[in-house]
């Protein structure tokens, strides 16, 4: 569609609820204002924030009721070194009771889950300012990356709802035409696949393709190896969920002949940090997150990523350790005139792409996805050993998953394809790699990276 209808379009006929849309862009806007605001006023802002979410957390989660420290006011003056003095809160922390972390007047609220790309699956619970606050983020990476409001977006993702949604709900795909946005499946790229995204990408034209690091490397390999120069995409590739490393974003670049746009976001809060055209690493979306780097120098020696979210009353993450390891970059503010802090580019996320027998890939992501809404699950490892044999690895109370695990069986089973065994097996811990990272899919077969293998 053409990019100036899809604006309007998406302005005015995308509204699942009155005034949702509206109040995407209008936060939209907001991102892309504050990120310019001189640091005073931002910060003015962000504390304004800030001691609106402690004061609540205080008096309305459990948790922070207990532990926070108590004091006679949270005021926006003193909310940073408030702020210090809360419990950094881990995923497993929630895991163990989750209803010590939800509100107790949370108002409209929905569940929502992550596989945890470290590996360790999580329920969480969203309201809809958070709702409006990732979609919004999505928009502002996306700004960050060169793309004007209406233009084609390709996901080379893998969200099975997200998937089958854009497939097969008339709702969700009249959305997805009006947003002029393509979905193509990141958990399932054989090379017939692929070779459908390439035809079906070169009629689109998108001027984003936005996909994960390690699904987009394989892509670029697939298309290098058989010699095809794509015109697409007309602006940019926008990496995301896990490292992109500078040999990956080199293969990436030079195959689809436009820079690489690195973007660090989760389930939980959307984009975190996305790359400007400077690619000085990653501005910081400090309209919804403080960010803290759990490090004595927090900008020369990485550490666990601590986010406090401005955004979402019905389960307040205050202090919560992302999984993910990074620093700030010090030094000038970016050439791009955006003001705000920066994150060194994130290197705390990895994981393998499976190559199944018959030549399938399968990306990790897809063992995330399917553990999602588990909170029994407290982490997990999918390791392929041989071509054929597969071993999941869970750090799990048997009897509280064994009426789920028929179903991943089938469902592994079926994506692993016939021939392929898969065991099952309880663990005390899931063994780090010696860099003290982990990742939650590994392949013993051949190359340690089986995307990196490819062709
Ligand atoms: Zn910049």
């Known amino acids: 569609m053409n990019t100036r209808l899809s604006a309007l379009f998406s302005k005015h006929l995308l509204d699942r609820r009155a005034g949702h849309r509206a109040r995407v862009l209008a936060a939209f806007e907001e991102k892309c204002q504050l990120s310019r605001l001189n640091p005073v006023r931002r910060t003015d802002l962000q504390n304004q924030r800030l001691a609106e979410i402690l004061v609540y957390a205080q008096e309305h989660v459990p948790f922070h009721r207990e532990q926070a420290p108590r004091r006679e006011t949270i005021t ?160 940019a590739v926008v990496t995301s969920a896990e490292m992109c490393t500078p040999a990956m974003r080199s293969v990436i670049e030079d195959v689809f002949g436009r820079p690489v746009f690195d973007r660090y976001g989760n389930r939980e809060f959307g984009a975190m940090a996305a790359e400007c055209q400077a690619h000085e690493g990653l501005h910081i979306n400090e309209a919804d997150c403080i960010v803290e780097i759990d490090s004595a120098d927090p900008f020369k020696v990485e550490g666990p990523i601590l986010v406090t979210y401005l955004s979402n009353r019905a389960m307040p993450f205050i202090r919560y350790d992302t999984g993910d390891v990074g620093r700030f970059l010090s030094g000038e503010p970016c050439a791009c005139g955006r003001l705000t802090a920066r994150l060194a580019p994130v290197m705390g996320r990895q994981s393998d792409t499976i190559r199944t027998a018959s030549g399938k890939l399968i990306h990790g992501e897809y063992f995330t996805h399917l553990l999602y809404g588990t909170n029994a699950v407290r982490e997990f490892q999918f390791v392929q050993e041989t071509p054929t044999l597969y071993r999941l690895l869970l750090v799990a109370d048997p009897a509280q998953v064994a009426s789920m695990q028929p179903r991943w069986r089938l469902e592994i089973g079926d994506a692993l394809g016939a021939g392929s065994e898969l065991r099952i097996e309880y663990v005390d811990r899931i063994p780090a790699l010696p860099s003290g990272k982990r990742r939650f899919t590994l392949t013993k077969v051949g190359n340690s990276s089986a995307s990196q293998k490819y062709p």
């Open 76 to 235: 926006p003056q003193n909310a940073r070194s408030v702020l210090s003095l809360f419990p950094v809160v881990r995923r497993a922390d929630i895991q163990r009771n989750p209803e010590a972390f939800v509100s107790d007047a949370p108002g409209p609220c929905v569940d929502d889950a992550t596989g945890g790309s470290t590996g360790t699956p999580m329920m969480f619970r969203v309201d809809r300012n958070t709702q409006i606050a990732r979609e919004s983020s999505l928009l502002w990476a996306n700004s960050l990356a060169g793309r004007i409001p209406g233009e084609k977006v390709a996901m080379l993702w893998g969200s099975v709802s997200d998937v089958q949604g854009a497939t097969g709900q008339l709702r969700l795909a009249v959305r997805w035409w009006i947003e002029n946005m393509r979905w193509y499946n990141a958990f399932d790229m054989g090379e017939d696949r692929m070779e459908a995204f390439h035809s079906s990408l070169s009629a689109f034209r998108p001027h984003l393709l936005v996909a994960y690091a390690g699904s987009a490397f394989t892509f670029a390999r697939f298309l290098q190896a058989r010699g095809s120069r794509p015109a697409y995409p007309l602006k």
